[in-house]
C-alpha cells in the first residue's frame, strides 16, 4: 500500500533507522488498517501517501527521545498511533496502548498479535482512572487527545520521576501553567518544531516528570476539562 522507500528515506532525516522487515510491517499494518476501518471507522486518511506522512512518519519523529529499554504508556492510543508504529521500529521499548474505547484497544491487540510484537500490549481504561499503573512508567506519549494543559495532568501521574511525556501537536500552544506543572511534577525540558514531508508544521512538546505527582491528581475528566489547572 505504502511507498516504503518513501518511508525510510523520511524516517531518516529524523534520525529514525527503519529496516525492510520493519517497514514491511509498517506497510502490512497501514493494510490492515484500512481493512478493518470499514467496520471501526478508524481514520479518516485514506490517501497512501498521506496516510504514510500524517500516521507513520509522523508517529515516529519521537523514537530519538524514548530512551533505550523504556517502559512506555501510550495515552488515548486510538487506531494505534503512535503506539504501534513505536513498538514495530523499538522491540526494546515496551509499548501499553492505552484507550478507552474497547474497540480500539482490541483492534490494537490483534493488529500486535498477527504482526508479531510481543512489545505491545492493551489496556481499556480512561488515564484517570489508572490507579495501579501511577508512576510506573518511562515514557508517555499522547497524539492529537486533548489540550496540553490536560494532557499533562492526566499524562504526569503515570511517569516515575526521571521520566518523559510527549506530547504531538499540530502547531504550538499556550504551555501549561507554573501550577499544572508543579502539582503534576513536570518541568518543560524541550520543544521540538519540525515539518512532515508535504511542508506542514509539528510540535514535540517534552516534559520531564522532576517530582511526584501530588496524590490529588489527576481530577476526574470532566473537572479537569471545566478548570485546567
Do not use: W
Not at 3 to 13: N, P
Not at 39 to 51: G, H, M, Q, R, S
Not at 195 to 218: A, M, Q
Amino acid at each position: 500500500m505504502i511507498d516504503k522507500d518513501f518511508l525510510i528515506a523520511e524516517c531518516e532525516k529524523f534520525g529514525v533507522h527503519l529496516s525492510e522487515k520493519q517497514a514491511d510491517v509498517l506497510d502490512a499494518f497501514s493494510e490492515f488498517v484500512l481493512e478493518e476501518n470499514k467496520k471501526y471507522n478508524l481514520t479518516a486518511i485514506l490517501d497512501p501517501e498521506v496516510f504514510t506522512e500524517k500516521h507513520l512518519i509522523d508517529s515516529l519523529t519521537a523514537l530519538p527521545f524514548i530512551p533505550k529499554g523504556a517502559v512506555l504508556c501510550d495515552v488515548g492510543a486510538g487506531a494505534g498511533f503512535p503506539s504501534f508504529p513505536i513498538a514495530a521500529a523499538r522491540k526494546d521499548v515496551m509499548v501499553t496502548a492505552l484507550d478507552s474505547t474497547s474497540k480500539k484497544t482490541g483492534f490494537i491487540a490483534r493488529a500486535a498479535e498477527r504482526f508479531g510484537l510481543k512489545n505491545l500490549s492493551v489496556l481499556t481504561k480512561r488515564a484517570e482512572e489508572c490507579t495501579h499503573e501511577r508512576e510506573s512508567f518511562d515514557v508517555v506519549t499522547a497524539r492529537a487527545v486533548a489540550p496540553l494543559p490536560i494532557l499533562t495532568e492526566l499524562s504526569l501521574p503515570l511517569l516515575k520521576i526521571g521520566g518523559v511525556f510527549i506530547a504531538y501537536k499540530t502547531k504550538k500552544e499556550e504551555p501549561p501553567s507554573n501550577r499544572n506543572l508543579s502539582l503534576s511534577g513536570g518541568r518543560i525540558k524541550d520543544v521540538i518544531l519540525y515539518s512532515l514531508p508535504s511542508g506542514d508544521g509539528r510540535v514535540l512538546y517534552i516534559i520531564e516528570k522532576v517530582s511526584n505527582t501530588s496524590p490529588d491528581l489527576p481530577r476526574p475528566y470532566g473537572k479537569i476539562k471545566k478548570s485546567p489547572l
